[in-house]
């Protein structure tokens, strides 16, 4: 059984930065893309990044660009999304998310990380 566990949520004030951690089990993820998305109170989820299997292709949302990296370690099963520069409007919770390489949507999701950000 796939198990995604998400860390490194907290409270941060605007300008500031914060690291996120997803740990991946329960399978061989060779092959999946990995993906944060985000889901702020009152909001629907919304895409934040993904990242492919070998890292060389990553896609961001427009209001994170510049911000936010994606990252992965094949070795240890774990996807990274470094947050730099926080605004109040990052304010959500952060969900971790795979899918196979050849899926349309993603289909595994952890239990997501609060991040709030302070003005």
């Known amino acids: 059984q796939v198990q995604l566990v998400e860390s490194g949520g907290g409270l941060v004030q605007a300008g500031g930065s914060l690291r996120l951690s997803c740990a991946a089990s329960?399978?061989?993820?060779?092959?999946?893309?990995m993906g944060w998305f985000r889901q702020a109170p009152g909001k629907e989820r919304e895409f934040v990044a993904r990242?492919?299997?070998?890292?060389?292709?990553?896609d961001y949302a427009d209001s994170v660009k510049g911000r936010f990296t994606i990252s992965r370690d094949n070795a240890k099963n774990t996807v990274l999304l470094e947050m730099i520069d926080l605004k109040p409007d990052d304010t959500a919770v952060y969900y971790c998310?795979?899918?196979?390489?050849?899926?349309?949507?993603?289909?595994?999701w952890g239990q997501g990380t609060q991040v709030t950000v302070s003005s």
């Open positions: 329960g399978r061989t993820f060779t092959g999946y893309v």
């Open positions: 998310a795979a899918r196979q390489f050849f899926a349309a949507e993603f289909n595994y």
């Open positions: 990242i492919t299997w070998t890292g060389g292709s990553t």
